[in-house]
């Protein structure tokens, strides 16, 4: 992830800051966070009930998309040089657009929003995320993360 002086922050303001890599979206991956979130919906994990749906196959938890926000924008998102600390602030805005279907290529796009020093040493960044789905003209969502840097 690139380091940039404090006082250069909101420079990237209203700026895309990038693309992550493509990430293909398994059904290991859809069935391990059915195991962790307990949440076995059968379009997420039974592919012969779930072809008989609209989707035609698996898709992919939402919330599942969504928690690959942090490793998808690690190398994106722009922080402040000497920063000791991230922690997730959480998220002003969430839209799922359209579904994730099993085997789909994902990344992540990532703009700068805004910038704000919330206390002397604490930057409080927000961007704005959006999935793509590789040949899809629609995200998978859009969302408004809020990340909390202690410099």
Known sequence: M????????KDYVGKELGRSQWLTIDQE???LFAEATGDFQFIHVDP???AQT???STIAHGFLSLSLMPKLMEDIIVLP???KMVVNYGLDSVRFIQPVKVNSKVRLKVDMVEVTE???GQWLLKATATL???GSDKPAYIAEPLSLCFV
């Open 132 to 134: 793509e789905i590789e």
């Open 54 to 56: 609209p989707f035609g």
């Open 2 to 9: 690139p380091y940039v002086p404090v006082a250069e922050l």
């Open 48 to 50: 012969v009930k779930a």
């Open 81 to 83: 040089e000497g920063v």
């Open 118 to 120: 919330k206390k002397p």
């Open 29 to 31: 991956r859809i069935n």
